[in-house]
């Protein structure tokens, strides 16, 4: 890689300007950076010190929040230390500095001053920053912990024990309990740049080209002459006013005209290069460190929006994950505010959307974007002929129309009480069927995912660390081959519920699987993915830390792997299941009623056979609406997204 660099940097700007730069084998190339390298090179580069900076900065900017369970603890002594860690520093500065140590040395040591408070028990007063160029840690060879650190200044060198220290570090693969550096893949591109940027200075210096030699044929003059000869050549022609003019000799000597070539000085597209390679090395786009000479708007923000929830974003989770692990109490949670902006589009689909499919009143879209209401617009508008459904007009079908005698005679079967009952059973066991069907494939999946921990931790050198299940765990990963998982089977399921519902109204029509109810579908596998995955961490989260508190071996960690799958098997996944597959039929029978042009829907209850008697939905059996207005609990549907106690176990069905 680096011989590519040198050659296209050869190419663009001539090969005469690195005659005294010899470009070796790979083996022979690397060297031994030393921390000081890379403090340098974030100081001299650029590129690279805007860059560094950029990402410290909306660090930096991080928004705490404190949480107990689902509530947000405010006023607390921590929250004040994170947004004022000692009296020097400010939060926003603090953790800048904290994000500038992690990219330069790879890694950042936080001191901790605690003191005693009442009950005998300590409380953090502050945290300072130590330069991480001036610490030398040591660390237990067996668990990896680190023991104590060694912190030398110009005139002292001072002890401090690890339980003082709160230690944070990108591993580096050679010594994983040390830090790398973010510059240590391009510090040889910026010694290069570096290199140019230095040698074209002095050209430049110099009018950029060499005007010529004088060649002497007379004997060798002395160095008095010589001095004569300058002195006179520079108050004859110096000076950037006589610049071009002819110069005229006497005696015996010729002068030759030199230049460099026009290619050599070419060099300002190697600068190019450069910030091609310091946007791969750090993740900030171009727009960013203010080059946008190629950057539409478009273009621009899309860039932004992906550093802050590319690069930014993971950089603040790994922060506020060592906090967890090292100052926050077990019965506090510390998080942060998401800096990723709104996507002003997706957002825009969404109300149309609402609007288009009468779920959402124009003024719920207008207060969404921050408008002022309308006076006539609270109504749900129908999309075809956009009347309120409040003048009680009979609606049109979304999709096609239906079959006259329906239209003027059709009356919804579930009217009947009878009907309901019957209607119930058949539901019944068409949910327990596809409940089955979605569990198997969880199971399988949770297993696989339990199969891919083991072979990590087996694979791991030195397991005993209290960041392993971070480094092991990959929830993008993970997140991404459980939704693969299982959209295909909801989508099935959808799709049969909602020609279930259209044969239930007589409907002969085909159903559509619109653009809409994919996108809903997308969502809703998004989130689940999602969710299953934060539930296992967490629970794995709490048996890696109680191995590692115990100095369990691996076997036994193993178990607890194991032993925490198994109980994800045996309960957790079947209400999951059942609460997804609930969801989604539902939604797909809502789907199938309005492309048969059904004008109202039916609650029909269901005692449960997990959930007991739900006595608020047993109230609601045989409750009418139109299709774009909420039951009386709230919810457009059973097991539509709402509160956990009307959606988890309820067996209700329209």
């Known amino acids: 890689m680096f011989k590519n660099f040198t050659s296209r940097v050869k190419d663009l700007i001539g090969g005469d300007l690195f005659s005294n730069i010899s470009v070796l084998p790979f083996s022979k190339y690397r060297k031994n950076y030393s921390s000081g390298d890379f403090l340098n090179a974030y100081k001299i580069s650029l590129y690279a010190n805007k860059a560094i900076n950029k990402r410290a900065e909306k660090v930096g900017q991080i928004n705490f929040k404190l949480m107990k369970g689902d509530k947000e603890v405010e006023d607390n002594d921590l929250t004040k230390l994170l947004s004022k860690p000692n009296p020097n520093f400010t939060g926003n500065e603090f953790w800048e500095l904290y994000q500038k140590y992690m990219d330069i040395f790879g890694s950042v040591y936080m001191l901790k001053d605690s003191g005693l408070i009442m ?34 200044t110009t005139t002292a060198t001072t002890i401090y024990q ?109 600068k190019g290069v450069l910030l091609t390679d310091i946007v791969i090395l750090t993740g900030v786009p171009k727009t960013i460190l203010g080059a946008t000479s190629d950057e539409t708007f478009s273009n621009a923000d899309a860039s932004i929006r992906i550093f802050l929830s590319e690069t930014i974003k993971p950089l603040l989770e790994s922060l506020t994950e060592n906090l967890n692990e090292n100052l926050i109490p077990d019965d506090l949670t ?48 129908a999309p075809m002929n956009v009347m309120p459904l409040s003048d009680g007009e009979v609606l049109e079908p979304t999709v096609e129309p239906i079959k006259e005698e329906i239209k003027s005679e059709y009356r919804h079967p579930l009217k009947s009480v009878d009907n309901r009952r019957i209607y119930h059973g058949l539901q019944q066991k068409r949910l327990n069927r596809r409940q089955d069907m979605l569990l198997d494939i969880m199971k399988s999946y949770f297993s696989g995912q339990k199969n891919r921990l083991i072979e990590k931790i087996t694979a791991q050198k030195k397991f005993k660390r209290k960041d392993l299940l971070g480094d092991i765990f990959n929830q993008t990963l993970e997140i991404k081959l459980a939704k693969e998982s299982v959209l295909p089977l909801l989508n099935k399921l959808l799709v049969d519920s909602a020609i279930d519902a259209k044969e239930i109204a007589g409907s002969a029509w085909d159903f559509n699987e619109t653009a809409d109810i994919q996108s809903w579908l997308d969502k809703k596998t998004s989130v689940f993915a999602e969710r299953i995955n934060e539930t296992t961490f967490k629970k794995l989260k709490n048996e890696f830390r109680t191995s590692f508190d115990e100095g369990e071996s691996r076997k036994e960690l193993i178990g607890r792997i194991e032993s925490t799958y198994g109980d994800i098997s045996k309960g957790r996944a079947e209400v999951i299941a059942r609460t997804e597959v609930h969801g989604v039929t539902q939604y797909g029978t809502i789907q199938g009623y309005q492309q048969a042009g059904m004008q109202i829907k039916i609650w029909v209850w269901a005692p449960g056979t997990r959930g007991g008697v739900r006595e608020s939905h047993q109230a609601m059996d045989g409750e009418e609406k139109p299709m774009g207005t909420a039951f009386s609990n709230g919810l457009m549907f059973p097991g539509a997204d709402g509160p956990a106690g009307e959606v988890i176990n309820c067996e209700c069905f329209i």
């Open 119 to 152: 009950g005998g028990r300590t409380r953090v007063n502050s945290l300072t920053l130590l330069r991480s160029d001036k610490v030398k840690p040591e660390f237990d060879e067996k668990t990896g912990e680190l023991l104590r650190i060694e912190h030398k």
């Open 162 to 270: 690890g339980s003082e220290v709160i230690y944070s570090h990108r591993p580096d693969p050679a010594d994983m309990l040390l830090g790398e550096s973010l510059l240590c893949s391009g510090i040889r591109q910026i010694e290069t740049a570096t290199q140019i940027d230095e040698y074209q200075s002095k050209i430049l210096e110099n009018g950029g080209r060499v005007e010529g030699v004088f060649n002497f044929k007379t004997d060798k003059l002395t160095r008095e002459q010589l001095t004569q000869l300058k002195e006179k050549y520079q108050e004859e022609y110096g000076n950037a006013s006589k610049a071009g003019l002819p110069m005229f000799l006497s005696g015996d000597a010729s002068y030759e005209k030199l230049g460099l070539n026009p290619q050599e000085l070419a060099y300002l597209e190697t």
């Open 334 to 381: 510390l998080t942060f505010i998401d800096p990723t902006p709104e996507d002003k589009e997706e957002v825009r689909k969404d109300l149309e959307s609402g609007i288009k499919n009468y779920y959402m009143t124009p003024n719920e879209a207008r207060k969404a974007i921050g408008l002022d209401p309308l006076p006539n617009g609270n109504d749900l508008l």
